[in-house]
């Protein structure tokens, strides 16, 4: 560049002038690059919060429909299950967004504007009508897109490349919540990819509720709090026993990014699906109860059994869940391969403490003991069984012991007893 700079500019301060315009230019373009990509929070210590829209003080409750239906969805399903939500109380035990997931838009955008429409065969009155519908319930309506040109079904467009558009459409129809999936990337980074759509949704005019479906890349729990209310920490769930505490132990690597505002996700319930036993869905609900996941129905619930919906509706389980401190439970100890304690703060000075049998095979005893789930030595507390909603008789000191069969937890709030 010398010789160039010298041609151009003969005198030495002309030169030193030129180079300082250009330095200028080179702070002005890295500021540019800078706020088109926020840099990662430093390591250490919880996330950074930079995104606020008022939404997910506590970890989201409502229904999604991929679990169950996958891509056999129409608005009929989608209604019924409004209908169903408020008929068998879950409504008012908390599930409140009812989710569209892939496969409700029609296979391309219009070729006018570019626009995402509805399915004609599967949604017939549109996503308008059927939010207006959803919120004539009381509730509120989730919509389904990706950081992509295609969702992962590959049978409706992406967002990539139109997110102020579909943003702005979103609101429009009065859509609540936002789950924005990974597939069909073109080679940007996630942080970018995803960091364009949280900026649509605060420029939609709407506050929707950002749950980005990221798979755990690029460890999204350390940045996902600068773009949206809820990240997914894993790949899919599925429906087993191994897979479901697959999902939580990845899951549980993050706790300390999980605050109110932005939750970790280990994906949704399973509950209901018929893949797992009752002790081992009652198990399921209570790891994504302490750890502050996200409460997401995934079955059908218009043709749900009592036993579900005992466990989807259980209020001393759920109030865990929405303990307005936020704090996310871990996994505090294990004890051989197979038993486990897992623990967490609520408000009021109490604790949330699990005791989990992984084990298939027998039943075994589980300790708790108070310098591992954070109570100081010498402190009194009543313990609350939150299956059985029974208090135990006595109090205890230093530790708490259940038996505990296979493939089952035992879950107890412990409350201080005044000295």
Known sequence: MAPEIQSLCPSTTAALLLLAACLAAAVAALDAADYARPPLPAGGGGRRVLFANGLGLTPQMGWNSWNHFQCDINEAVVRSTADALVAIGLAKAGYTYVNLDDCWADSERTKEVGYMVANPKTFPSGIKALADYVHSKGLKLGIYSSAGTRTCSNRMPGSLGYEERDAKMFASWGVDYLKYDNCYRDGTPETVRFGRMSRALVNSGRPIFYSLCEWGFMEVPKWGGMYGNSWRTTGDINDTWSGMLDNIDLNDAYARYAKPGGWNDPDMLEVGNGGMAYNEYVVHFSLWAIAKAPLVIGCDVTRVSNETLGILSNAEVIAISQDRLGVQGQKVSKYGNDLEVWAGQLSGHR???????????????????????????GVAVEARDVWKHETLPGWFTGSLTAVVGPHSCKLFVLTPVPS
Do not use: C, F
């Open 351 to 377: 604790k949330a403490v699990l005791l989990l049998n992984r084990g298939a095979t027998r039943s075994a005893s589980i300790t708790a003991a108070w310098p591992d789930v954070g109570i100081r030595r």
